[in-house]
């Protein structure tokens, strides 16, 4: 209701039912330009207004030419500096200092870095599958020399456990997709 309401002030108090696309533009060039609102809050504000004139009035407004659309800003990222990074992996051990050296050394995202399979990780050729990634996408990326033994003393563990685990009657991994319906089996292997 609020936007609504801003909408009307902003329009001298009259029906939106008497205002169209070019009262609505105005408004939203208005937010844009001279409260400069973040494009989260116009967008906020243009979901309303759309829902009030398709839902409630009944009007669906056209294609909105001339919106000035409110901009995300162009953050640079924060970087570690070499120094920093080695500092901060000394505070940490085990398994939390693995996944702290996968994510800075392969450039593995947090998610990514979790849903790590076996079989994506290539020792011979000291890389590592990423699969299904940002974007929904699979890449390569390296797996830094430093870590090999590390990571191949993780993966004893990890098979020690999930051979317990099997033994119990557990052991099941998440697939993506249908790959566990068309591969029931694969829930259990190792890979």
């Not at 909408?7 to 939203?28: D, N, Q």
């Not at 906020?44 to 009030?52: G, T």
């Not at 009944?58 to 901009?71: I, K, N």
Request: charged share 25%; net charge positive; hydrophobic share 45%.
């Amino acid at each position: 209701m609020h936007w609504i309401k801003r909408f009307i002030y902003f329009s001298g108090k009259r029906h939106p039912r008497e205002l169209g696309a070019a009262e609505v533009t105005a408004f939203f060039n208005h937010l844009a330009r001279d409260l400069d609102v973040a494009a989260s809050t116009q967008n906020q504000a243009l979901s309303a207004l759309l829902f009030v004139y398709r839902e409630v009035l009944g009007t669906p407004l056209p294609w909105l030419d001339g919106l000035a659309r409110a901009r995300r800003p162009v953050r640079v990222p924060t970087v570690l500096t070499p120094d920093e990074a080695q500092r901060l992996l000394a505070q940490m051990r085990g398994t939390q200092w693995l996944m702290a050296s996968l994510m800075y050394g392969a450039g593995l995202r947090l998610r990514e870095c979790l849903k790590l399979r076996v079989k994506d990780v290539d020792f011979g050729y000291r890389q590592i599958v990423v699969r299904d990634g940002k974007g929904a996408k699979d890449r390569v990326t390296m797996l830094p020399q430093p870590l090999a033994v590390p990571l191949r003393a993780q993966l004893a563990r990890a098979r020690a456990l999930h051979e317990r685990d099997l033994a119990a009657g557990h052991g099941e991994v998440e697939l993506p997709h249908a790959l566990g319906r068309k591969y029931p089996q694969a829930l259990h292997e190792w890979a």
